[in-house]
């Protein structure tokens, strides 16, 4: 009997070693590492999903870090790629610059990015860009070009910082450049409660509120500032493009937003969640993972 159990139990914990080796979750063990910037901004960046599948750089907006992305990066749907995350300047576990000129001048966030490509050493990524990620793509695209990537994904991304684009909210903006420590900790809990339509659950709400309240006072004061070059960058743009955007945004202007895009660029294809805020991949995950894991393999075709 006990030999029978013993058998029993080894190819038991047999058949789970051999579940854990093929299942996908396997291939979704975290990397993190560090890259430099070309003015010396240390950049945090994490990996995970499949190391030999098609890359996927994730670019997280203002107040954010890698941790925006946990419903991606943790999606069953989004393991066969290999999924790139970092934290930008001013933000998370990266580098904390004090001069203005380092948030205020597009290029530098452009050369971040460039660096992370460049030390993940992924070829034609896919980007995806949230909200001031959209700045980034935006900016890379013009000093880089679209060669080095094969596509990419505004999410309620920032096209021009224009009035006509973008939200007023003068006293959130106004409090989070505040001296006072009260009144800026408020201003970081309303503007983050403004992300989103459906506010997600209260240990995701407290955890991004942490990460929001963790970034540069200097950053914040300097970027509202930051120069984009939408017709350079995302109007000369040959590669598929992909706008998503919440038609409950309270932050971008949703559908004047995507009319500027398409006006800037023809071959633009825009999608609104109609029931989504600012932040449809948390929101919406599943709709979400479904609609991007698409739009990586339509650029795989091309």
């Not at 991606?72 to 999924?83: A, F, G, H, I, T």
């Not at 300047?89 to 050369?111: C, E, M, N, Q, V």
């Not at 106004?174 to 009260?182: F, V």
């Not at 970081?188 to 339509?197: E, G, I, K, M, P």
Request: glycine share 8%; proline share 6%; aromatic share 10%.
């Amino acid at each position: 009997m006990l030999k029978f159990m013993f058998c029993r139990t080894r190819y038991a914990l047999l058949f789970t070693v051999f579940l854990f080796i093929a299942s996908p979750f396997a291939l979704a063990a975290t990397k993190s590492y560090t890259t430099l910037s070309p003015d010396g901004v240390t950049l945090a960046v994490q990996e995970s999903g499949n190391p030999n599948g098609a890359p996927v750089i994730f670019i997280h907006g203002l107040l954010g870090s890698h941790l925006n992305w946990d419903k991606q990066v943790n999606s069953p749907e989004l393991q066969r790629y290999r999924l790139i995350t970092y934290d930008m300047r001013g933000h998370g576990l990266s580098g904390k610059p004090t001069d203005a000129i380092a948030y205020t001048d597009g290029k530098r966030w452009a050369d971040d990015l460039a660096s992370v490509i460049t030390a993940s050493h992924a070829r034609k990524p896919v980007l995806v860009g949230w909200s001031l990620g959209g700045v980034v793509i935006t900016n890379y695209l013009a000093k880089f070009g679209d060669s080095p990537i094969s596509g990419a994904v505004y999410v309620d991304g920032v096209i021009e910082l224009k009035p006509e684009q973008i939200v007023s909210h003068p006293e959130v903006y106004r409090d989070l450049n505040s001296t006072d420590l009260k009144t800026h900790l408020d201003a970081v809990r309303d503007f983050l409660s403004l992300c989103f339509h459906t506010q997600p659950d209260r240990t995701t709400f407290e955890r991004l509120l942490a990460n929001a309240a963790a970034a540069s006072w200097d950053m914040q004061r300097a970027v509202m500032s930051v120069t984009v070059d939408a017709p350079q960058g995302l109007g000369k743009a040959r590669i598929p493009l992909l706008l998503i955007y919440g038609g409950r945004d309270a932050l971008v202007k949703a559908k004047p937003t995507i009319a500027r895009a398409v006006q800037l660029n023809p071959r633009v294809q825009g999608k609104l969640y109609a029931n989504s805020g600012h932040a449809p991949f948390i929101e919406e995950p599943g709709r979400f993972n479904r609609d991007l894991s698409a739009f990586i393999d339509t650029t795989l075709s091309h």
